[in-house]
């Protein structure tokens, strides 16, 4: 099952086996790569020509081509990224014996992006591609929201000084 791991003192995805070329592929760890593609980069500059499935946890052409060029593209900024095809779990912030972020946290720091930029749904870009995929959500786990990662309950009255209700 893909997590929500604390790394660099950030909530970030994070997935418990590789996912890609030469991956293990579970299913939830591939639902949470073509989640977070699809959240982050469909419809952006340079990727207005992509094909991006639906996150169903099949490892198919479509994933594996998004994620070497998304790659291709971190290697334009960091010469150097890993151009292999696979996405690993991150363990820690960057790469062993390299000055290069895994490519996990890139993908969730594009997503984040994402979300700060443009479609500002839910608590945070983790609850966000959750409500546009719930497998995504299923995948992931249902997890709290905000900063402190607290569940919330309902209330008749509504919730803090502001008097907001919960979906």
Known sequence: MAKID???GTNQ???TASVG????NHKDDVIAVQAMLKYALEGTRG???SQFPQPTGTMDA????????FQRSLR???????????IDPAKGQLTRGKRAMWTIIALNTEAMET?????RLGANYIHAVGLLYPAFKNAVGDEGVGTLNLPLEGSSN?????GLELE
């Open 6 to 8: 604390n790394i660099g």
């Open 13 to 15: 995805i994070n997935l």
């Open 21 to 24: 070329r030469n991956g293990t």
């Open 47 to 49: 990727w207005e020509n």
């Open 62 to 69: 479509q994933t594996m081509s998004l994620i070497r060029k």
């Open 76 to 86: 334009r900024s960091n010469p150097s990224a890993s151009v292999d095809g696979r």
């Open 115 to 119: 979300w700060l930029l443009n479609k």
């Open 158 to 162: 509504g919730v803090g000084s502001l």
